[in-house]
């Protein structure tokens, strides 16, 4: 069975672009979570989805975004890019919500912001 | 709010066995105990859940005493390749942001 895939691998981008984040969660999966990892604050929760609809979000501004579609593939969004959103984004995928059955992340998309 | 508290380094060498504790004094009835590890520039990787009592699977155990405000995960015959970080997890699946939150984790070395 495939593992949760991310794309792109690695990315940059400018100060006030925007940005959007794919993921693929294992077959099957419904739920899916986002979280933003820096070597500051360690991995910070994003967003769960779960069913296409959105059951968690963390303390974030409201500039991340996310989405789930009808197929479990979740995409994430951030507008107006700041230099403080350099991190590593990772994806974790479960089969019921909130990683009761552990969670299973993606190898994650490491965003760079000029 | 089932914050988790581990050390933040540890240091052992390989053939020893090592165990890590994590401190989660307001864990909830419904909440489980997961343990991931992490490499560098990688996503963190599921290790072992619990409930209550002992797990053991292929790689690790992990003790949960019965008041379940701490757990310990052991991980046997250690080798260099267990070098990582090993982050406790406390959640349910009845939603919220806080059952989600990883803590800072313990950066486990192991010497040859």
């Known amino acids: 069975k495939a593992g949760v895939t991310q794309t792109p691998r690695y990315l940059i981008k400018t100060r006030g672009q925007q940005v959007t984040l794919s993921c693929s969660p294992i077959s099957g999966h419904r739920s899916v979570s986002w979280y933003q990892q820096t070597p500051g604050q360690g991995l910070q929760f994003l967003f769960e989805y779960f069913s296409e609809t959105q059951r968690n979000k963390g303390n974030f501004p409201g500039r991340f975004s996310g989405r789930q579609f009808s197929n479990s593939r979740s995409e994430m969004n951030v507008s107006t890019l700041e230099l403080g959103d350099s991190a590593l984004y990772l994806c974790a995928s479960s089969l019921v919500p909130s990683g009761g059955a552990g969670q299973f992340f993606g190898p994650g998309t490491r965003l760079t912001v000029l | 709010l089932a914050k988790t508290t581990q050390p933040i380094s540890m240091d052992s060498y390989e053939g020893q066995e090592v165990n890590i504790t994590c401190s989660h004094n307001?864990?909830?009835?419904?909440?489980?105990i997961t343990w991931y590890q992490q490499f560098p520039s990688q996503g963190p990787r599921f290790i072992i859940q619990?409930?209550?009592t002992k797990v053991t699977n292929e790689v690790a155990s992990l003790f949960i005493p019965a008041d379940r405000k701490s757990s310990t995960l052991s991980l046997p015959r250690v080798s260099l390749s267990d070098t990582a970080v090993y982050y406790c997890l406390v959640g349910d699946s009845g939603g919220g942001a806080d059952g989600l939150t990883f803590g800072k984790g313990t950066h486990l070395i192991i010497q040859p």
């Open positions: 619990g409930y209550k």
């Open positions: 307001n864990i909830a009835t419904n909440d489980y």
